[in-house]
Nanobody, 121 residues
């Protein structure tokens, strides 16, 4: 059994910062790309940032220069540092791992339960 557990969401004023964490647990051997997605009320889920196992990153245009994704492969954890937050960043943020290699075989497209981020104006 593999789980992704997010933490670090909350309420912050515009211009503030938050750091999200997502830890994968289970009998994990390795994890391919990991990413953060978000879904605002009435909108589709969208990619915010992603990072490969080698550390290559990509970002949505709306967060470039404000958000930074990083990972600690030894801890099977991915982070999202969010600075200069705006009210339009308000959403539920979800962690994703596209492929997790476990001792019992691969697990594809694994999602966390989500963490709420609310930015007040």
């Amino acid at each position: 059994q593999v789980q992704l557990v997010e933490s670090g969401g909350g309420l912050v004023q515009a211009g503030g910062s938050l750091r999200l964490s997502c830890a994968a647990s289970g009998r994990i051997r390795s994890i391919n790309a990991m990413g953060w997605y978000r879904q605002a009320p009435g909108k589709q889920r969208e990619l915010v940032a992603a990072i490969t196992s080698g550390g290559s990153t990509n970002y949505a245009d709306s967060v470039k220069g404000r958000f930074t994704i990083s990972r600690d492969n030894a801890k099977n954890t991915v982070y999202l540092q969010m600075n200069s937050l705006k009210p339009e960043d308000t959403a539920v943020y979800y962690c994703n791992a596209d492929r997790i290699s476990t001792y019992w075989g691969p697990v594809n497209d694994c999602w966390g339960q989500g963490t709420q981020v609310t930015v007040s104006s």
